[in-house]
């Protein structure tokens, strides 16, 4: 995946996740008496969606490094890659967790931010776990010509 390709990609989905994240959150508490939420659902969309935050703020701190991590070694990348990745993995069940929503008896809108929520967070896993598979599994030739394609093309041409 190009550079300038992952890093918009990561960055508009870390930062449409956070704002769903926050919407749903305060609207669960706020619209609680109008939807008829009830306490543990309402606990249950506030702890996930708290996750969801730290997660999406994970990933924006991550594109901010970005330019500066692609500017180093190639080993230093494969590094921050890994990183990326089990931070990754470790997010991926908490997509399962949150669907369990879809089986509660909530509200039309809120069953609707949670659809736009997993959508957007099965979006960023998969643009991450792609950026991540392209540069830890890929031929060692292959990745080191991307890099340096991607150094020649975007990082080197905004001094």
Same mark, same amino acid.
Request: aromatic fraction near 12%.
């Given at each position: 995946?190009?550079?300038?390709?992952?890093?918009?990609?990561?960055?508009?989905? =870390?930062?449409?996740?956070?704002? #769903?994240? &926050?919407?749903?959150?305060i609207?669960?508490?706020?619209?609680?008496?109008?939807?008829?939420?009830?306490?543990?659902?309402?606990d249950m969309?506030? *702890?996930?969606?708290?996750?969801n &935050? #730290?997660?999406?703020?994970?990933?924006?701190?991550?594109?901010?490094?970005?330019? /500066?991590? #692609? /500017?180093?070694?190639? /080993?230093n990348?494969?590094?921050? =890659?890994? +990183?990326?990745?089990?931070?990754?993995? *470790?997010?991926?069940p908490?997509?399962?967790v949150? +669907? &369990?929503?879809?089986? /509660?008896?909530?509200?039309?809108?809120?069953?609707?931010?949670?659809?736009?929520?997993?959508?957007?967070?099965?979006?960023? *896993?998969?643009?991450?776990?792609?950026?991540?598979?392209?540069?830890?599994?890929?031929?060692?030739?292959?990745r080191?010509a991307?890099?340096?394609?991607?150094?020649?093309?975007? *990082?080197?041409t905004?001094?």
């Amino acid at each position: 995946m190009d550079f300038k390709d992952f890093h918009d990609g990561m960055l508009s989905l =870390a930062l449409i996740l956070f704002i #769903f994240s &926050i919407t749903l959150m305060i609207g669960s508490i706020v619209l609680k008496p109008y939807i008829g939420i009830q306490s543990q659902e309402r606990d249950m969309i506030v *702890i996930l969606c708290s996750i969801n &935050i #730290f997660f999406s703020l994970y990933y924006l701190w991550n594109v901010i490094r970005l330019e /500066k991590i #692609f /500017k180093l070694e190639t /080993k230093n990348i494969i590094r921050f =890659a890994k +990183s990326l990745g089990i931070a990754t993995l *470790i997010y991926l069940p908490h997509v399962f967790v949150f +669907s &369990i929503l879809f089986f /509660k008896n909530l509200h039309n809108l809120e069953i609707l931010m949670i659809s736009l929520i997993i959508l957007m967070e099965i979006l960023l *896993i998969g643009v991450v776990l792609k950026e991540v598979y392209d540069l830890v599994f890929l031929e060692e030739s292959r990745r080191d010509a991307e890099i340096e394609e991607d150094r020649k093309k975007y *990082i080197e041409t905004e001094k």
